[in-house]
T-cell receptor, first 113, second 110 residues
Framework: NAGVTQTPKFQVLKTGQSMTLQCAQD?????MSWYRQDPGMGLRLIHYSVGAGITDQGEVPNGYNVSRSTTEDFPLRLLSAAPSQTSVYFC????????????FGQGTRLTVV | DQQVKQNSPSLSVQEGRISILNCDYTNSMFDYFLWYKKYPAEGPTFLISISSIKDKNEDGRFTVFLNKSAKHLSLHIVPSQPGDSAVYFC?????????FGAGTRLTVKP
């Protein structure tokens, strides 16, 4: 099983550029989430989805958009990248939100210059 | 506001001894707590969890203790092994909310 797959693994963007971070899972999980990890701050929830067509904001949603058209995919869009969005991004999927183990992808290291 | 805190950035223990990692939280609405382990260049992997209605959960070498009145939980690893060397994250959840601590880097020396 592939589990949770994130692409790309590394990306450098210029300020103002847009891009989409891809996330796919093959475990038929209803719940999917995006986190960012910054030094000294742990992981912070950006957006999450409880099923296809349903998304909601997490702790730090500003500057990011998401959509969930299928159970398998949950892309994260940066419409106009800013240096403050330099971070490592993790996608996760799970059967439940918060009360079951989440399976994480390997992460995307994004640098905005 | 950091609602979940891991006040020890690092911990070093000898192989075979006990490792105790601590975590404090401030939000009394949290009802489920999880520990994740993370190796460099990999995503976090689930280790163990506990519901707020329990005070202890054990899985092999790993035990999590929850003290709700103190808003404190701890992860005990015994005996510690060199392969346990990683960053450990404490996480707490409430409906629609998930918060992580900043992590504790555990080093187990042979």
């Amino acid at each position: 099983n592939a589990g949770v797959t994130q692409t790309p693994k590394f990306q450098v963007l210029k300020t103002g550029q847009s891009m989409t971070l891809q996330c796919a899972q093959d475990m038929n999980h209803e719940y999917m989430s995006w986190y960012r990890q910054d030094p000294g701050m742990g992981l912070r929830l950006i957006h999450y989805s409880v099923g296809a067509g349903i998304t909601d904001q997490g702790e730090v949603p500003n500057g990011y958009n998401v959509s969930r058209s299928t159970t398998e995919d949950f892309p994260l869009r940066l419409l106009s990248a800013a240096p403050s969005q330099t971070s490592v991004y993790f996608c996760a999927s799970s059967y439940g939100f918060g009360d079951t183990e989440a399976f994480f992808g390997q992460g995307t290291r994004l640098t905005v210059v | 506001d950091q609602q979940v805190k891991q006040n020890s950035p690092s911990l070093s223990v000898q192989e075979g001894r006990i490792s105790i990692l601590n975590c404090d939280y401030t939000n009394s609405m949290f009802d489920y707590f999880l520990w994740y382990k993370k190796y460099p260049a990999e995503g976090p992997t689930f280790l163990i969890s506990i519901s707020s209605i329990k005070d202890k959960n054990e899985d092999g070498r790993f035990t999590v203790f929850l003290n709700k009145s103190a808003k404190h939980l701890s992860l005990h690893i015994v005996p510690s092994q060199p392969g346990d060397s990683a960053v450990y994250f404490c996480a707490a959840s409430a409906p629609g909310d998930m918060r992580f601590g900043a992590g504790t880097r555990l080093t187990v020396k042979p």
